[in-house]
Every structure is written in structure tokens, then in C-alpha cells.
């Protein structure tokens, strides 16, 4: 950027990105929307690019696990595999502002068995 006088300066900026985490039954779809923000109000979230996952794709299946999907908008939807309990994977989603400068968050599903369903 410069002023007036033309003398430059530079700065790095970064938005910031607000995790979700869900919580289901066991076979359950779950949903979450990390929540991205601009790190400074001139500079936007670009809604006009695809939010996906650190690879550019937007699907992924680990066999024995399940699938991600990511929306455009953000929103990841983890469906398990049936018999499927515990911790899995967290998946990366990358979004950007109007000025190209990327940011991401994780999303860490969790599955578990209720009582009496053992």
C-alpha cells in the first residue's frame, strides 16, 4: 500500500476462523459450519469462491470410516460408516478473502454408542 506521498508499507494480514465441532449417535450424519471472519472489516470473506478441503476437493472417503462432504457455503457433512464409534479424523476446509489471502480450520466429528445400545 502507499500514501499519498507515495511511500509504501506492507503488513500481513490473516482472517480468522471460528471451529465447530459435532457430536452424534453412532451411523448418525452430522453437519458443522466453521464460521470464517475477516481480520479486518475492508477486507471480506470471498463467498463467491467454494469453501473445500486443503486438497481443493470437495469429497472424501477413508475406507472403514466414512465420507466428507464440503458445501460451497462451509458446511461439512460427515456420513459414518454403520457400525462405525469413537474418534475420527478431522478434516481441513480452506476458504479465502476478496484479496486471495487463505485460511482454514479443522472439523473433528465425534461418534458414539449410547448406553443400552452396546
Not at 482472517?15 to 475492508?42: C, H, L, M, W, Y
Not at 461439512?76 to 485460511?103: M, R
Amino acid at each position: 500500500m502507499s500514501d499519498n506521498a507515495l511511500k509504501t508499507a506492507t503488513d500481513k494480514y490473516r482472517p480468522t476462523v471460528t471451529p465447530v465441532t459435532s457430536v452424534g449417535n453412532k451411523s448418525a450424519t452430522q453437519t458443522g459450519k466453521p464460521i470464517f471472519i475477516e481480520g479486518d472489516s475492508r477486507v471480506s470473506i470471498n463467498d463467491a469462491v467454494p469453501v473445500t478441503f486443503e486438497d481443493s476437493t470437495t469429497t472424501k472417503t477413508i475406507s472403514c470410516l466414512g465420507s466428507y462432504k464440503v458445501a460451497a457455503d462451509g458446511t461439512v457433512t460427515f456420513t459414518p460408516e454403520t457400525e462405525l464409534t469413537g474418534p475420527v479424523p478431522a478434516v481441513t476446509v480452506v476458504h479465502e478473502d476478496v484479496n486471495g489471502t487463505k485460511d482454514s480450520a479443522t472439523y473433528p466429528p465425534t461418534l458414539y454408542c449410547q448406553l443400552g445400545h452396546l
